[in-house]
């Protein structure tokens, strides 16, 4: 029953707490766990924030229900969810006009709760009394943060699908009060990632790795052949930076995220990339373009392209124009080949201009965060700048 009941509600385990006045600083630390960060005490949005968003995911409160611009704001630079307080109809006002799953409500007294449990404007409660917590879990609502100062029972909590929120509950003990396993060993299964969800090789994890490996920020694992700690990357050089630890949704299975680092930068004893060879498609693409803007062999197109700013912009004009040529041809095939093209001149500029393809996916995971769209109509005056610089090629 209560396996049942967490999957159903899927709770993350943990949320730290974070000051707001803080700033940005400690976020990275916070972020390595399962969960969201809470940030506390919000006030309107800063600029300063909109990297961090992009970086760490956080949710943001606590804010008066009629604060609609700077609710707004907050889940339109990123913030996963934004806390409110405040009266039932305040409540289903902005619960009409924002996506009630991304608004979660600060419960302050039982009358207020039952009221907002019966509009279904939020998506998720956040309590502070035992008493709010029992009607939630009798209402079977499928998010709900409990805050405490301190909890010994992480685990619990999660089986009841119970998130805790928390600036004194460590992280790493909390990840594994959560897990679980039928290993006669006690080890967990672990799958390594890199920051493109590309499965670099399958490991395992003990408690006492989990805890070194948030405490140092790296890759760190269980070596069953000599029965202690494996530093990934101490004798190869080839380490990884700790992007995320995550469970699974049985929670007994576990994912690192790292970013895998060396030269090569290979997870496998053999060099390769993966355990499975070498990655392909455009992870591939862009890790052979960074490899080339370092050190590119004699006679490299690509070199000559991060050389040369004018062809580079004039082959992704180009390249654009045949994409077009194709999609009207209506051959699925000849879109795909035009579309590649396109990707390799894109991404080559992208290096050239210093940015990564794990920025390029966050730009990406921001922009389905919005809640405010533009009409997204054509820029008149880019069109025309576009035909000119197609004319005067083909003017040669």
Not at 300 to 323: C, G, I, M, P, W
Request: charge should be negative; proline fraction near 3%.
């Amino acid at each position: 029953f209560l396996l049942e009941k967490r999957k159903k509600r899927n709770a993350n385990m943990l949320l730290p707490l974070h000051k707001f006045v803080d700033g940005v600083v400690g976020l990275e630390g916070l972020s390595r766990g399962p969960g969201f960060v809470f940030l506390q005490d919000c006030g309107a949005f800063d600029a300063a924030w909109k990297d961090a968003l992009l970086r760490y995911p956080c949710v943001a409160g606590v804010f008066e229900a009629t604060q609609h611009e700077c609710i707004t704001e907050w889940l339109n630079n990123g913030a996963r969810e934004v806390v409110i307080r405040g009266g039932v109809e305040d409540v289903a006002v902005i619960g009409s006009q924002l996506p009630k799953e991304r608004l979660v409500y600060f419960v302050e007294d039982l009358d207020s709760l039952k009221g907002v449990l019966g509009m279904d404007s939020v998506g998720g409660y956040v309590v502070g009394d035992l008493s709010h917590l029992d009607v939630l879990e009798k209402s079977n609502k499928s998010k709900i943060y409990m805050m405490l100062e301190e909890c010994e029972d992480i685990g619990g909590y999660h089986k009841r699908g119970i998130d805790i929120v928390s600036s004194s509950v460590d992280i790493g003990q909390g990840l594994i009060s959560c897990l679980r396993t039928d290993r006669p060993d006690g080890l967990y299964t672990t799958v390594v990632t890199d920051e493109y969800g590309v499965a670099l090789g399958l490991v395992y994890s003990s408690k006492e790795s989990l805890l070194a490996s948030l405490e140092c920020g790296r890759g760190v694992y269980w070596s069953r052949s000599r029965n202690n700690l494996w530093r990934k990357g101490d004798t190869s050089g080839a380490y990884q930076e700790l992007v995320r630890i995550e469970f699974d949704c049985d929670c007994d299975a576990v994912r690192f995220t790292v970013r895998q680092r060396g030269d090569p930068a290979s997870f496998c004893h053999l060099g390769t990339r993966t355990c499975w060879g070498n990655s392909g498609g455009l992870p591939h693409l862009f890790q052979t373009l960074q490899s080339r803007k370092a050190n590119a062999p004699e006679g490299s197109y690509t070199k000559r392209l991060f050389d040369d700013k004018a062809l580079l912009r004039n082959k992704l004009l180009e390249e654009a124009q045949e994409v077009i040529e194709a999609i009207e041809e209506q051959d699925p095939n000849h879109v795909a080949e035009e579309v590649a093209d396109l990707a390799y001149f894109l991404f080559t500029a992208c290096c050239a201009g210093g940015a990564t393809m794990e920025d390029v996916n966050r730009q990406l995971d921001m922009r389905s965060l919005k809640v405010k769209r533009r009409p997204g109509n054509a820029k008149e005056y880019r069109i025309k700048a576009a035909e000119a610089a197609l004319n005067k090629e083909s003017n040669f």
